[in-house]
Protein backbone atom coordinates (compact mmCIF):
# COMPACT_ATOMS: atom_id res chain seq x y z
CA UNK A 1 0.00 0.00 0.00
CA UNK A 2 1.16 3.48 -0.42
CA UNK A 3 2.89 4.95 2.37
CA UNK A 4 1.27 8.29 2.29
CA UNK A 5 -2.14 6.51 2.91
CA UNK A 6 -0.79 4.08 5.05
CA UNK A 7 1.09 7.09 7.18
CA UNK A 8 -2.04 8.95 6.60
CA UNK A 9 -4.30 6.19 8.14
CA UNK A 10 -2.23 6.27 11.32
CA UNK A 11 -1.75 9.30 11.70
CA UNK A 12 -5.44 10.21 11.58
CA UNK A 13 -6.52 7.24 14.05
CA UNK A 14 -3.78 8.33 16.77
CA UNK A 15 -5.11 12.07 16.51
CA UNK A 16 -8.53 10.35 17.24
CA UNK A 17 -7.35 8.41 19.69
CA UNK A 18 -5.90 11.48 21.40
CA UNK A 19 -9.38 13.67 21.58
CA UNK A 20 -10.35 10.10 23.19
CA UNK A 21 -8.47 9.94 25.88
CA UNK A 22 -8.82 12.74 28.41
CA UNK A 23 -12.72 12.11 28.53
CA UNK A 24 -14.65 10.81 30.99
CA UNK A 25 -17.19 8.08 30.24
CA UNK A 26 -19.65 10.86 30.88
CA UNK A 27 -17.99 12.99 29.03
CA UNK A 28 -17.76 10.64 25.97
CA UNK A 29 -21.16 9.58 26.13
CA UNK A 30 -22.86 12.67 26.52
CA UNK A 31 -25.31 14.85 23.74
CA UNK A 32 -24.95 18.20 23.08
CA UNK A 33 -28.91 17.59 22.29
CA UNK A 34 -31.30 15.04 21.35
CA UNK A 35 -30.72 15.13 17.63
CA UNK A 36 -26.75 15.28 17.73
CA UNK A 37 -24.52 11.77 18.31
CA UNK A 38 -22.66 11.58 21.19
CA UNK A 39 -18.53 10.94 20.64
CA UNK A 40 -18.71 7.70 21.76
CA UNK A 41 -21.62 7.47 18.42
CA UNK A 42 -19.57 8.98 16.41
CA UNK A 43 -16.33 6.67 17.53
CA UNK A 44 -18.67 3.72 16.89
CA UNK A 45 -19.72 5.14 13.46
CA UNK A 46 -16.23 5.02 12.60
CA UNK A 47 -15.59 1.93 13.42
CA UNK A 48 -18.92 0.77 11.35
CA UNK A 49 -17.97 2.55 8.13
CA UNK A 50 -14.08 1.22 8.52
CA UNK A 51 -15.69 -2.44 8.39
CA UNK A 52 -18.04 -1.49 5.99
CA UNK A 53 -15.32 -0.53 3.95
CA UNK A 54 -13.59 -3.55 3.69
CA UNK A 55 -16.55 -5.44 3.05
CA UNK A 56 -17.05 -3.24 0.01
CA UNK A 57 -13.56 -3.40 -1.09
CA UNK A 58 -13.09 -7.38 -1.21
CA UNK A 59 -17.12 -7.07 -2.98
CA UNK A 60 -15.26 -4.70 -5.74
CA UNK A 61 -12.29 -7.03 -5.95
CA UNK A 62 -14.05 -9.33 -7.20
CA UNK A 63 -15.83 -8.05 -9.85
CA UNK A 64 -16.05 -4.28 -10.76
CA UNK A 65 -14.93 -1.91 -13.63
CA UNK A 66 -12.96 1.05 -13.35
CA UNK A 67 -13.77 4.61 -12.73
CA UNK A 68 -12.51 8.04 -12.40
CA UNK A 69 -10.98 9.39 -9.01
CA UNK A 70 -13.38 11.60 -7.36
CA UNK A 71 -11.95 15.13 -5.56
CA UNK A 72 -13.24 13.21 -2.36
CA UNK A 73 -11.01 15.26 -0.10
CA UNK A 74 -13.23 18.59 -0.93
CA UNK A 75 -15.77 16.39 -0.67
CA UNK A 76 -15.45 15.19 2.63
CA UNK A 77 -13.19 17.78 4.73
CA UNK A 78 -16.21 20.13 3.57
CA UNK A 79 -18.24 19.91 6.62
CA UNK A 80 -20.91 22.69 5.59
CA UNK A 81 -22.38 19.99 3.64
CA UNK A 82 -24.19 17.16 5.57
CA UNK A 83 -24.11 13.38 5.00
CA UNK A 84 -26.77 11.38 6.34
CA UNK A 85 -25.40 7.63 7.47
CA UNK A 86 -26.64 4.40 6.07
CA UNK A 87 -28.64 2.40 8.55
CA UNK A 88 -25.91 -0.05 8.50
CA UNK A 89 -23.13 2.75 9.96
CA UNK A 90 -25.49 4.48 12.43
CA UNK A 91 -23.96 3.96 15.75
CA UNK A 92 -25.96 2.18 19.20
CA UNK A 93 -28.09 4.29 20.73
CA UNK A 94 -26.33 2.57 24.53
CA UNK A 95 -23.35 4.16 26.05
CA UNK A 96 -19.91 3.02 25.58
CA UNK A 97 -16.51 3.08 27.63
CA UNK A 98 -13.87 4.90 26.43
CA UNK A 99 -11.28 2.16 25.93
CA UNK A 100 -14.32 0.08 24.98
CA UNK A 101 -14.43 2.07 21.20
CA UNK A 102 -10.59 2.39 21.56
CA UNK A 103 -10.26 -1.46 21.80
CA UNK A 104 -12.75 -1.00 18.60
CA UNK A 105 -11.16 1.41 17.05
CA UNK A 106 -8.66 -0.72 17.23
CA UNK A 107 -9.33 -3.71 16.07
CA UNK A 108 -11.15 -2.72 13.13
CA UNK A 109 -8.01 -1.06 12.22
CA UNK A 110 -5.68 -4.08 12.51
CA UNK A 111 -8.42 -5.88 9.94
CA UNK A 112 -8.11 -3.04 7.61
CA UNK A 113 -4.14 -3.34 7.69
CA UNK A 114 -4.57 -7.03 7.79
CA UNK A 115 -6.94 -7.25 5.20
CA UNK A 116 -5.09 -5.07 2.79
CA UNK A 117 -1.33 -6.84 3.29
CA UNK A 118 -3.89 -9.62 1.46
CA UNK A 119 -4.10 -7.40 -1.95
CA UNK A 120 -1.16 -8.80 -3.75
CA UNK A 121 -0.62 -6.29 -6.41
CA UNK A 122 -2.45 -3.04 -5.15
CA UNK A 123 -2.49 -1.36 -8.26
CA UNK A 124 -5.56 -3.44 -8.73
CA UNK A 125 -7.42 -0.82 -6.42
CA UNK A 126 -7.36 1.65 -8.84
CA UNK A 127 -8.59 -0.49 -11.55
CA UNK A 128 -11.99 -1.79 -10.02
CA UNK A 129 -14.39 0.29 -7.90
CA UNK A 130 -17.52 -0.09 -5.94
CA UNK A 131 -20.70 2.33 -5.19
CA UNK A 132 -20.49 4.40 -2.38
CA UNK A 133 -23.28 5.72 -1.00
CA UNK A 134 -22.26 8.61 0.00
CA UNK A 135 -19.97 9.57 -3.05
CA UNK A 136 -20.96 7.33 -5.52
CA UNK A 137 -19.15 5.05 -8.18
CA UNK A 138 -15.60 5.26 -6.17
CA UNK A 139 -12.05 3.11 -7.11
CA UNK A 140 -11.36 0.82 -4.51
CA UNK A 141 -8.18 2.97 -3.45
CA UNK A 142 -10.35 6.00 -2.97
CA UNK A 143 -12.12 3.44 -0.84
CA UNK A 144 -9.31 3.14 1.17
CA UNK A 145 -8.68 7.09 1.19
CA UNK A 146 -11.79 7.83 2.29
CA UNK A 147 -11.44 6.10 5.61
CA UNK A 148 -9.17 8.44 7.28
CA UNK A 149 -10.55 11.65 5.50
CA UNK A 150 -13.86 10.96 7.11
CA UNK A 151 -11.93 10.08 10.16
CA UNK A 152 -10.92 13.65 9.92
CA UNK A 153 -14.49 15.13 9.08
CA UNK A 154 -15.61 13.52 12.73
CA UNK A 155 -12.52 14.22 14.46
CA UNK A 156 -13.76 18.40 13.77
CA UNK A 157 -16.93 17.09 14.85
CA UNK A 158 -15.33 15.63 17.89
CA UNK A 159 -13.78 18.37 18.74
CA UNK A 160 -17.05 20.48 18.38
CA UNK A 161 -19.21 18.04 20.79
CA UNK A 162 -16.43 18.57 23.39
CA UNK A 163 -16.80 22.33 23.46
CA UNK A 164 -20.51 21.93 24.90
CA UNK A 165 -20.34 18.71 27.29
Keep these: ?12 RNNLVMELTSLSDAQFNGKPDMNT ?29 KKEHKPIQIILLDRTKKFKAPAIVEPNIEP ?25 DKSILAE ?3 KHPALGELPLDQWIEQIYLHEQRHIEQIKEIKMTI
Design 1 to 12: MDKIVTDNLYET
Design 37 to 65: WSIAQVCHHLVLVEEASIKAIAWGLKDST
Design 96 to 120: FDVQQIIDLLSDSRKRLITFLDTIE
Design 128 to 130: KSM
